[in-house]
């Protein structure tokens, strides 16, 4: 399999970590490349030239992360992403995490492009007090009060939505203001897939 990927993007963290859970990493050769480009090896084979794009090893070609999570939770090896007792609890933390990341990456490459006046604008407006609702939502979750810390596709998505705020967006300051979902981060991040997928 190829993934085609870059350093920051949290989307493609997600496969990433996904690929070291299901033990798929060996399979898989990582093509680094900026999706941004006008051209690009990665607008050969995606018009929509996003990542993570995953080409399969038999020739098909994935997008959206959590379809990408999807197929190799069904190749892969070890503990289920989506296991099916507490499936729908799975899906609504992974729902929540897409949330929060979308909401994130959106505010980043708003102010990338349109300055910081764009916080003032009504989506930009929305997209912040998105992250703080979702914030507070997660503090108080049943996943994070029951410390429930197995690296669900739901805890890998909301772990990495978590980190990319830190690494973009560090003036909210979630780890200080939400300490049970700081708890919850720590644990879910400790295995070696979240320390060799870091941000850069
Ligand atoms: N919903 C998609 C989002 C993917 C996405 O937005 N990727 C960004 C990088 S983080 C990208 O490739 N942007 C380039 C573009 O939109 O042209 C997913 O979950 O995979």
Redesign the pocket.
Known sequence: MQLYL?T?????R??RVCLYEKELMERTELCWCD??AADSE?LKITP?????TLVTEGGEVL??????AHYLDAVGEGAKLLPADGLAETLALAGLG?GL??AA?NVV?GRKHGGPDVDETLLGNRRLKAIERTLVTLEAHPSVLAGHTQCTLGAIVVAVALAYLSFRLPAFDWPNRFPRLQAWFAKVTECDSFALTAFE
């Open positions: 870059n920051s993007s949290p989307y493609a997600v496969v999706p941004w990665l929509l030239s996003r990542i993570p997008t959206e992360s959590l379809l990408i897409q990341m979308e990456f490459i």
